[in-house]
Each structure stands twice: as structure tokens, then as C-alpha cells.
């Protein structure tokens, strides 16, 4: 856990750990697998299903365009890392959208 918050903290200082314990417990399993748990920008694919899976079903964001324009603002943030971790993307991707307290 406390990898995942480092890795948060690098992009919002302010993370809350209690959010992040969130997600980790949201993704489970998908984070034993090194692939499961990170995000390709380049894969149209896999950004997709990131806006499928977690900006639709659980942030409950419906609008594509809107989702799209997250995600790619996400990928922007952290474009400087080659391992986009799963856990982070995901936190930025709800804070971009303004639902961290959603969560």
C-alpha cells in the first residue's frame, strides 16, 4: 500500500490515504499481474477500458467526451513515466473529473 500512495503523492502531495486504499481494493487482483497493473496511453485498447470500467461503471461518468478528456489530460500528467501505474492514473483520472470524493 504504501508504494501505491508514494506513487499518488509523486503527482498530489495532498493524497489522501484512505482514497488510494480505495482503488487498491477496487483493482484487487488486477495488481499481482506487473501488466494488469499499469496503464498504456499508446493503447487505444486499454484506455477504453479504462473508460469503460472505471470513469463509466464506477465513477458513474457517462459522458465519452468527457471521459476521453480525462483520461487523455491523465496521460498528459504523467507522460514522463514510462510504468503508468494503475492505482495513480486512476486516482488522477477521478480528481481530474472532480470525484475523488465519490470514491
Known amino acids: 500500500m504504501s508504494d501505491y500512495l508514494k506513487d499518488v503523492r509523486h503527482y498530489d502531495a495532498g493524497a489522501d490515504e484512505a ?8 483493482l484487487g487482483i488486477a495488481l499481482r499481474n506487473r501488466d494488469s497493473s499499469l496503464v498504456s496511453c499508446s493503447d487505444p485498447e486499454e484506455l477504453g477500458r479504462v ?15 468527457k471521459a476521453d478528456a480525462a483520461i487523455q489530460a491523465v496521460c498528459a500528467i504523467m507522460k514522463d513515466d ?22
Request: charged share 25%; no cysteine.
Open 51 to 65: 473508460r469503460t470500467s472505471w470513469v463509466g461503471k464506477k465513477l458513474g461518468v457517462t459522458d465519452a467526451a
Open 82 to 103: 514510462r510504468s503508468k501505474g494503475r492505482v495513480t492514473f486512476y486516482y488522477l483520472t477521478a480528481k481530474e473529473l472532480g470525484l475523488l470524493g465519490s470514491l
Open 19 to 26: 482514497t488510494v486504499a480505495k482503488i487498491v481494493k477496487h
